[in-house]
């Protein structure tokens, strides 16, 4: 069966400090893949999607990145962050042209 | 971008009440998806639906896919505690990407 796994649960940064979140497929190949941004457990905003290695697309300008470094491995990163990326992040998976998108257990970032 | 309305934003019910709720869309969707959320969690999917006019159930959820394809709604039938969190509606469009709506707190007093 398939898992998403995510990591780490909880961080807490400093402004300025880099950032580096990863999410791992496990049971499936060539997986789309997804990074959401929640603010206050409302609304799920898509920063990234990939839809094979080294494909990124972004959805909104960030101080964000992301890469794919490996077909079921998706990383999302930033140089310095900001107070205003503190939020939670989601990675999740799809398969293409399949339709259900599957959820990591998400990254509580609080930048202080 | 596309963006899903979904109303109500928060719901309080008595324990034994049944829940809907809904989501519309200004574009066609050709999947809809329905999500809960628990506090500190991932969504966890809950139904999917892929044609429209499509009703289908998960226990005592029942969602349905509008035959507009710009609409679905999502029915919880003799509400229980643990129905506690946030739902959320989501459709992928033609171009294979995933929009979400802002979602339905739900409350259940016992």
């Known amino acids: 069966s398939q898992t998403i796994h995510q990591w780490p649960a909880t961080l807490v940064q400093p402004v300025g400090s880099p950032l580096s979140l990863e999410c791992t497929v496990e049971?499936?190949?060539?997986?789309?893949l997804y990074w959401y941004r929640q603010a206050a457990g409302r609304g799920l905003q898509l920063l990234f999607y990939s839809v094979g290695i080294g494909q990124i697309s972004s959805e909104v300008p960030q101080n964000l990145s992301a890469s794919r470094p490996q077909d079921r491995q998706f990383i999302l990163s930033s140089k310095k962050l900001l107070l205003s990326d503190s939020g939670f992040y989601l990675c999740?998976?799809?398969?293409?042209?399949?339709?259900?998108?599957?959820f990591g257990q998400g990254t509580r970032l609080t930048v202080v | 971008g596309q963006q899903l309305n979904q109303s109500p934003q928060s719901m309080f019910i008595q324990e034994g009440e049944d829940v809907s709720m809904n989501c519309t869309s200004s574009s066609i969707f050709n999947t809809w998806l329905w999500y809960k959320q628990e506090p500190g969690e991932g969504p966890v999917l809950l139904i999917a639906l892929y044609k429209a006019g499509e009703l289908t159930s998960n226990g005592r959820l029942t969602a349905q896919f509008g035959i507009t394809r710009k609409d679905s709604f999502l029915n919880i039938s003799a509400s229980i505690p643990s129905d506690v969190g946030i739902y959320f509606c989501?459709?992928?469009?033609?171009?294979?990407?995933?929009?979400f709506g802002t979602g339905t707190s739900l409350t259940v007093i016992p």
């Open positions: 989501a459709g992928l469009n033609t171009g294979n990407q995933f929009y």
């Open positions: 049971g499936t190949s060539n997986p789309n």
């Open positions: 999740a998976w799809s398969v293409y042209k399949n339709t259900e998108a599957f």
